[in-house]
């Protein structure tokens, strides 16, 4: 167990929706990574966030977008979903601080599939 | 941009045996390398992390190699057993605000 916490575990949403999916961080980590991993494919970064602002992005549209709360959980947000948004998304938090920066630790992803 | 590469895709294996996993990467500038497991549908578990500054590091039956200079490492399993099938990542840590970059995976099958 990492601590991380993500929710919901499953999610349905159709072709234009928005939706939100949400991640608290293990205890005394300031920063939440997310990254999109289709079926088969490995995971790919979407965003990071340090204190509440977007600290990098990957290669996703302005539609992701994200937030992080001063408690530091954070939430990840797509808008007009499209059928190949379907994948799990994992969020990851750390301590962005030296060497610990790139110690990530994983939830257990939530699957959204777009119908 | 870090382009990272696992050999083979698939691999199936009788119990007992021991295997080699290869990770490759085409940009050696890395803060780390990290091994995960992935079970079907679930999220990420870190087996072992290797710092730009080390060679290798074992865990149990789990020893990882990382040769920056010619981009690579290896994810060595010893006795494999059933238990062990699962999908395995291999991830570089190669950014200051540590932006992790992800093979496809090996997927792997030990069977009884």
């Known amino acids: 167990e990492t601590g991380v916490t993500q929710s919901p575990t499953h999610l349905i949403k159709t072709r234009g929706q928005q939706v939100t999916l949400r991640c608290s961080s293990q205890s005394g980590h300031n920063t939440v990574s997310w990254y999109q991993q289709a079926l088969g494919q490995g995971p790919q970064f979407i965003f990071q966030y340090y204190r509440e602002e977007e600290n990098g992005r990957g290669n996703f549209p302005p539609r992701f977008s994200g937030l992080q709360f001063p408690n530091y959980s954070s939430e990840l947000n797509v808008n007009a979903l499209e059928l190949d948004d379907s994948a799990l998304y994992l969020c990851a938090s750390s301590l962005q601080t030296g060497v610990a920066k790139n110690i990530q630790y994983f939830g257990a992803g939530t699957r959204l599939s777009v119908l | 941009k870090q382009e990272v590469t696992q050999i083979p895709a698939a691999l199936s294996v009788p119990e007992g045996e021991n295997l080699v996993l290869n990770c490759s990467f085409t940009?050696?500038?890395?803060?780390?390398l990290q091994w995960f497991r992935q079970d079907p549908g679930k999220g990420l578990t870190s087996l072992l992390l290797?710092?730009?500054?080390?060679r290798e590091q074992t865990s149990g039956r789990l020893n990882a190699s990382l040769d920056k200079s010619s981009g690579r490492s290896t994810l060595y399993i010893a006795a494999s057993q059933p238990g062990d099938s699962a999908t395995y990542l291999c991830?570089?840590?190669?950014?200051?605000?540590?932006?992790?970059?992800f093979g496809q995976g090996t997927i792997l099958t030990v069977h009884p």
């Open positions: 991830s570089l840590g190669g950014t200051s605000y540590g932006k992790l970059t």
């Open positions: 290797i710092q730009s500054s080390q």
């Open positions: 940009d050696s500038a890395i803060y780390n």
